[in-house]
């Protein structure tokens, strides 16, 4: 029986799932027990991860031209013109931490937190576009729960405002033609031949782990 796009992409979720209590540090803010510092810091990395998250999709949906359908996915709102909304967003965040443009430009970013962006680069320059679809969608699963934690943690226990939390919002409740995007790109992945499994839970894998990294960057100075 031939596998069906609705079939990979919910094998992949289910397989590339991180283990509960993997992430350190949405935890601790959840309970408001992390320092504040981490929240500035957050602001600061997603500034960087952000802006080259943007080019590597770019540079994705120009590689998948011959692939209408995969190209749309990075393209579109969810994600390369999703992260011109979500780096507006970032500015209330960082505004709220006290951080002004000076400050964000004079940030050095840790290692630990842009290890993903750096992966999704190599993604990016030699990953067959199909299967770099499967991996993020599986990693935006997670990313979207932690979203959600933060949001609502730093409303309850860091006194940050809605327009402040903006950014959380936007990644906690994605796009509704987020997964339909997924699956007619994946779709056609399968429908060329192109498609590889097998290689898309490989980047999914390294894409989880180096979100977590993200995460206990963060709570390094």
Known sequence: MARTARDVLADAARALAPEGGANHLVPALAAGEAPREVISAFALEQHHVITADRRSFLHLAGRAAPLPAVAAYFSSLSLARGE???????????AACGLDAAAVAAHEPRPACQAYPAYAAHLALGAEPADAVVALTANFAAWAGYC??????????????????????????????????????????????????????????????YELMFWDGLAVP
Do not use: I, N
Request: hydrophobic residues 45%.
């Open 148 to 209: 959600a934690t933060v949001g609502r943690a730093l409303r309850t226990h860091y006194g940050f405002d809605d327009r402040a939390c903006a950014f959380f919002d936007f990644f906690a409740e994605p796009a509704p033609q987020a997964h339909e995007e997924a699956l007619a790109a994946v779709r056609a992945g399968l429908d060329a031949g192109v498609l590889s499994e097998r290689l898309a839970h490989r980047y999914g894998r390294l894409l989880q782990s």
């Open 84 to 94: 011109d909304e979500a780096l507006e967003r970032l500015g209330a965040l960082a």
